[in-house]
């Protein structure tokens, strides 16, 4: 086939920035991770459009190509007809051409999630508890492996890894959270990574929980398009993500973005912490108050409409909480957007956002300009399928910056085929 046999595709843009993490890995040469992340960013796409994309020429795209396509991470489509020249051929994702393990440790549950290499959940699980136990939670994630494994059967062989998303210092949440804290003081010495790194076949990877939720947003949500914006997952304990130029931001030690540390008015003329207003622990703390149950509300399925005021307090409650993080957040870095997601029901994602809007409306935000508000498009498994995004993008995908130049390169000016580090 001639090199421009494919015919280009107008409305295809050059690509922004994917994601960026923390783990080298050489297993994918440079090149072949930028056309996976490529792809992936924006779907089928013919030889022809990666060329034009990366300036590769069509001879070494076609190589790389074949190459994925052999090693089942690519799939042909249907020839497209209807120009001039020979029909394009769009190339895609495989599904299962790899899997992904992904868990999330809570300190209410754990969440495990079994995920292809498209980005489609294959088997979820849940498992509620008063608080985590070491020896517990890693008999829980070998099940629920072994159970994966099963599933897959022969193609088990192609997982490439388990990401483990998790609060960094658990120990520190014992009086919060009602357990007793020798039980949680029991993870200061364990190294969960480590353990099951040592039995599993696979790496293993670990990250904060709010971080690997921001990831997931990043990787398989709808806020990809975003270069810069600020994330708040509300779970039992609120937290968030930072995006910079188009890629997630851990920082030095890997908890940049720990808003639940952040001032925010206390409703008395002091300040306190994020944490403190608008954490479902708040909720659960008045359901009890009350002299109700409050297991509703650690399960995201449930109609939380039964929860009445306490609900609409908490609501309020944490939406100033968040308003003024955002404000703070926007006075430092000019934010696109505030994404906000959480382990609730939609319609409570949806009510905390007018919350959040109705705030930063009465806020004084002379000099700075308030960003778009817009709801996460994952919601409780964000952070279990942020755990999964570890391995896809520490083994398969490009860096994140390292496609901010993409489509601005002449003919001949293609990448070095190199093998690449990805750092999530």
Known sequence: MPPDADNLRDDVAPPA?????????????????????LVRRHGALAKSEIARMTGLSAQTVSVIMR?????????????????????????????????????KVGRRSLEFVLVDFAGGVRHQSRASYAFPLPGETVRLIRAEVARSEKLL????????????????GL?????????????????????????????????????????????????????????????????????????????????????????????????AGGS?????????????????????????????????????AAL??????????????????????????AVIDGAFPAEVRERLIAAVGAELGRLDLSGIEAPLLRAGSIGPVARALGGASLPLFDRYLVDQHTLSGVGNRRPGEGWAHVPGTASY
């Open 153 to 168: 059967g022969e193609r088990a062989g192609r997982i490439a890894g388990l990401g483990l998303a998790m609060p960094f």
């Open 312 to 337: 609409d307090e908490w609501i309020a409650t944490a939406g100033r909480g968040i308003a003024h993080a955002v404000a703070a957040g926007c006075a430092i870095i000019d934010f696109e957007a």
């Open 17 to 37: 920035p994917l994601q960026r993490g923390t783990n080298q890995a050489g297993m994918r040469a440079q090149n072949e991770r930028l056309v996976l992340s």
């Open 171 to 267: 120990w520190h949440w014992a009086t919060e959270i009602g357990a007793p804290a020798a039980g949680l003081d029991a993870w200061r010495s364990v190294d969960i990574r480590a353990e099951l790194a040592a039995e599993l076949p696979w790496p293993v990877y670990i990250q904060n929980d709010a971080t690997a939720a921001c990831g997931a947003e990043l990787a398989f949500g709808a806020s990809a398009g975003l270069q810069d914006f600020i994330y708040f997952y509300v779970g039992a304990f609120v937290g968030g993500g930072l995006v910079l130029s188009g890629g997630l931001y851990a920082g030095r030690t890997g908890n940049a973005a720990a808003l639940g540390s952040m001032p925010v008015p206390d409703g």
């Open 67 to 103: 190459h994925l396509e052999s090693d089942r991470l690519l799939r042909r489509g249907e020839p497209q007809r209807g120009r001039v020249g020979q029909p394009s051929v769009p190339m895609s994702l495989d599904p299962e051409g790899a899997y992904f393990l992904g868990a």
């Open 272 to 308: 306190t912490q994020l944490i403190d207003v608008a954490s479902l622990v708040l909720l659960e703390r008045r359901l009890r108050a009350d002299g109700r149950l409050p297991e509703a509300i650690y399960d995201p399925a449930a109609d939380w409409s039964v929860c009445g």
